[in-house]
């Protein structure tokens, strides 16, 4: 770490010199503005115009990818915060059919990503996302509930031998990937640019790596709604085979599922100790029904038997990954003061 001595200029004026490499790296030179962010404990960070500018763009150079590579490339550089992607083809080449299919893929999978100029060698494309129209809070509770609807809509699927139901849920989860690598963009582009932060709803930056963990176990519960939905659709009759006061158990259990889901996103926004308490405390009450429900069961053929573990696998999973975020929310709530804390 350098240190830096400060001087004082005036009555109420002190200074610090800025170092030399930083200055040439972001072409700050006398007479240039930079902007100030006060940030919690006592942090203050200088930045660069370069840093606040939103043009920022990225080439990706499909010689040596092939059509998956250059897909990624886009998603990642999406979620890195470019404004503008191109995608070129070798000097004096033009851009194969699958690179052109992998472009107009990535499109389809990311909010706000749209083509806006295209020729044999090269095309453009432009994210038109506003870090100002979202709020990490708001997208990690539409997250959350769209992994909601589909494990609902994937269980009532299975109740009622419902496969459009089923579908309706596999359907969501393109939704669901889109929240996420969204929030993943967000979150990228306020680390880099602090001045974003308050834009999206933070006062600084600290939340940002927990929101992250959040961002990525909501994703995975949907994942575990789409492996629900998809035994719906594989199975006999696109039912389980249990009677209905199994099935009921079933719903409930997923009802409470849903419940400390939601409450763990609640406990991560609101910085909620107590509603983080909650959270554990509802889990333990459902700590062994996936067990109880299994050993009610009554002999069946191993096929039947394997889908009803994996259901209730898949929603014991999302109760623990609803555990984590809390515990997260408890970092959180528990780094500012509150009637359980006091910070000196």
């Not at 009759?237 to 996103?265: G, P």
């Not at 053929?301 to 898949?314: A, G, H, K, P, T």
Request: aromatic share 4%; with cysteine.
């Amino acid at each position: 770490m350098e240190t830096r001595k400060v001087q004082r200029l005036g009555p109420s004026t002190l200074a610090m010199t800025l170092p030399a490499e930083w200055a040439s790296k972001h072409n700050v030179e006398k007479g240039d503005e930079v902007s100030l962010r006060m940030g919690g404990k006592g942090t203050l960070t200088v930045l660069p115009e370069s840093v606040q500018s939103e043009e920022s763009q990225a080439t990706i150079h499909a010689a040596d990818l092939n059509a998956d590579a250059v897909e990624r490339a886009i998603v990642a550089q999406y979620v890195l915060g470019r404004r503008i992607i191109h995608v070129e083809a070798p000097e004096g080449g033009t851009l194969d059919s699958a690179h052109i299919n992998a472009v107009y893929n990535a499109e389809t999978q990311l909010m706000g990503l749209g083509v806006i100029e295209e020729t044999p060698e090269r095309i453009a494309i432009r994210c038109s996302v506003d870090p100002e129209d979202f709020t990490l809070n708001n997208l990690l509770e539409r997250l959350e509930s769209t992994g909601s609807t589909m494990r609902n809509e994937a269980i009532k699927s299975l109740a009622h031998g419902n496969p459009d139901l089923a579908q309706r849920a596999l359907n969501r989860e393109r939704q669901a990937n889109k929240i996420f690598v969204l929030l993943l963009r967000l979150i990228f582009t306020a680390y880099q640019n602090p001045n974003l932060a308050r834009a999206i709803g933070l006062d600084d930056g600290f939340p940002l790596i927990g929101y992250r963990s959040i961002a990525k176990n909501l994703e995975l519960t949907a994942d575990n709604a789409e492996d629900i939905a998809e035994i719906a659709l594989e199975a006999t009759d696109h039912s389980l085979n249990v009677e209905s006061s199994t099935m009921r158990r079933i719903r409930e259990f997923t009802d409470k599922v849903n419940e400390i889901s939601e409450l763990a996103v609640q406990a991560a926004v609101e910085r909620d100790y107590d509603t983080a308490i909650k959270v554990r405390e509802e889990y333990a009450k459902i700590g062994d029904r996936e067990h109880e429900i299994l050993d009610d069961l009554p002999e069946m053929d191993n096929e039947s038997l394997l889908q009803i573990r994996e259901v209730l696998v898949s929603l014991r999973q999302t109760a623990e990954y609803a555990v984590r975020n809390a515990e997260i929310a408890t970092n959180l709530a528990l780094n500012e003061e509150s009637e359980h804390t006091t910070i000196e």
